[in-house]
């Protein structure tokens, strides 16, 4: 059971089911033993087998519903992050790892805030939260609809995406990194700029998730050390 309207709908069509046989088997009994009460009978089983059968049925489906929803929270609390809503680490390499297995065309990117710990230091924790949730739904903006993102730990993000050429992808990640740039940021009615860093590599054949991210991870390290606000992959970078 998914869903309360599937829980109605066993309820019924389970009690339908009951009060049926319960009829059934109550017609044979008055025809062989007593026909003069069937009509009686009848009504008195009907009235008797159908709220009873409901109960049961609704009772047990609805146990069902509540098991089933306090899986899928559960499973939600184990995969994503709670802060922003996107994959946490240990999901993100799961999937990773998948896309690896698979050989097929991906690419990765990792995304950082610049200079996160001055926000946080400035302004302090809640507005270094929303910064991050922020971000994310920057992410969410301007990367593929179907390309699984994720907050790595911290600052740090990701987004694995199937679709697209390099250029492809390296053209979402400029616009990504320069809507960051431009958005605005104001704590206690201050302003300030936020800008992220963003490094690309690819899935290709022989690399494994540890890999591609390794790869990833160096192109972000260039990208930082450039001074931030830019874009890195294969040993090339631009400012957003």
């Not at 049925?57 to 929803?69: D, G, K, P």
């Not at 050989?103 to 805030?113: A, E, G, I, T, Y």
């Not at 690819?202 to 050390?225: C, E, I, M």
């Amino acid at each position: 059971m998914r869903t309360l309207r599937q829980v109605r709908l066993r309820t019924l069509l389970g009690s339908l089911v009951i009060v049926v046989v319960a009829d059934l088997v109550d017609l044979i009994a008055n025809l062989i033993f007593a026909p003069w009460q069937i009509v009686r009978s009848a009504i008195q089983t009907t009235l008797i087998a159908g709220p009873l059968a409901g109960y049961v049925i609704y009772t047990h489906a609805r146990a069902n519903l509540r098991l089933y929803e306090m899986k899928t929270y559960l499973a939600l609390l184990s995969t994503t992050d709670p802060l922003t809503g996107l994959l946490n680490r240990r999901a993100f390499f799961d999937r990773a790892r998948a896309v690896a297995d698979s050989r097929q065309p991906h690419m990765l990117v990792l995304v950082d805030v610049d200079r996160f710990k001055t926000v946080n230091d400035r302004f302090g924790h809640p507005t270094g939260d929303a910064v991050i949730q922020r971000v994310s739904r920057l992410m969410k903006a301007h990367f593929h609809a179907d390309a699984p993102l994720a907050r790595i730990g911290g600052e740090e993000f990701s987004a694995m995406l199937l679709t697209g050429t390099l250029e492809e992808v390296r053209a979402s990640a400029d616009a990504f990194c320069a809507a960051v740039a431009t958005e605005p940021f104001e704590a206690g009615g201050t302003g300030f700029q936020v800008t992220v860093s963003v490094g690309l590599a690819s899935f290709a054949p022989g690399r494994t998730a540890d890999d591609v991210y390794a790869l990833a991870d160096v192109q972000l390290y260039r990208a930082k050390q450039g001074g931030g606000n830019r874009v890195a992959w294969e040993g090339r970078t631009t400012a957003c």
